[in-house]
């Protein structure tokens, strides 16, 4: 096993459903032992994107790598160190809980047990339950608890706390997730489409943000709060209605002026002094506000 190889790379990969190409010259690396964050609107092609990594699609052209195998021709060893969470999970409905589990770790080599018993309490989910009388919340547990069980190198999560309630969403995200990759650091990689971007704020190393199909936007987390920054001006009177070159976004509200920078916060700054404020503030913004900066179709 190469350990410098990528969890993920992507080169190129185009996905068409009839005119329409949902994926178009999406370019990725996602490095090993990283939180990596998959952030767009809907329709930016980010479901298209992870069904192509598992083969569950074929790629029109590009090139697509995990952990430096073709996931349609090596799709039994890709498969043996992965797992996957979709955003709408799916059960035979005749099964309980306890034998929904037993069948995911029948095909794996390597199952949790500990863990296993571990997030079902966490969770407070009775494995003697039928699986037709599990809420859709409940199912995003069990498919969650068969995901981390099985030791996977890399996690591929899509939308993984749709249907969860804000107690267990927190603690799934920060104990679970996190506990995951602190179990073996350097070696798993989270994966995460999410539209609850704040949520995993303190997890996401890397990130990026795909628009069209394509990726706008990819930085480390500390480099992007760093780079993306909120200003706040205060005047004596009225704000001036400014319109700043470095500014990606701005707002007055009466003698206050907020404007968001995108690397040019000193140019801002200095440009902003020259009208004589009472008092300039800067601070980062998070991961969900630099999203929003940086979605071209986002209103100003």
Partial sequence: MNDAVNAIEVEGLIRRFGRTEAVDGLDLSVPRGTCYGFFGRNG??????????????RPDAGRVRVFGMDPARDE????????????????????SAREALDYAAS???????????????????????????LSKGQRTQLALIAAIAADPDLLILDEPTSGLDPIVRREFIQAVIGAYQDADPGRRTVFVSTHLIAE???????????????????????????KYRKVRARFAGEAPDLRLPGALRQSRNGRELELVTNGATEAVLAELRRWSPESVTTESLSLEEIFVAADRKSVV
């Fill in 200 to 226: 995993f704020e303190g997890l996401i190393d890397r990130f990026t943000i795909i628009e069209g199909g394509r990726a706008s936007v990819t930085l480390d987390a500390d480099e992007a709060r760093d």
């Fill in 44 to 57: 930016a092609g980010k479901t298209t994107t992870i069904k192509c990594l598992l083969n569950l699609l």
């Fill in 76 to 95: 039994l060893q890709v498969k043996r160190r992965i797992a996957y969470v979709p955003d709408q999970v799916a059960f035979y409905p005749w099964m």
């Fill in 107 to 133: 095909f794996r080599r390597h199952w949790n047990s500990t863990v296993e018993a571990d997030l079902l309490d966490r969770f407070r989910l009775d494995a003697r339950q039928p699986v037709s009388g």
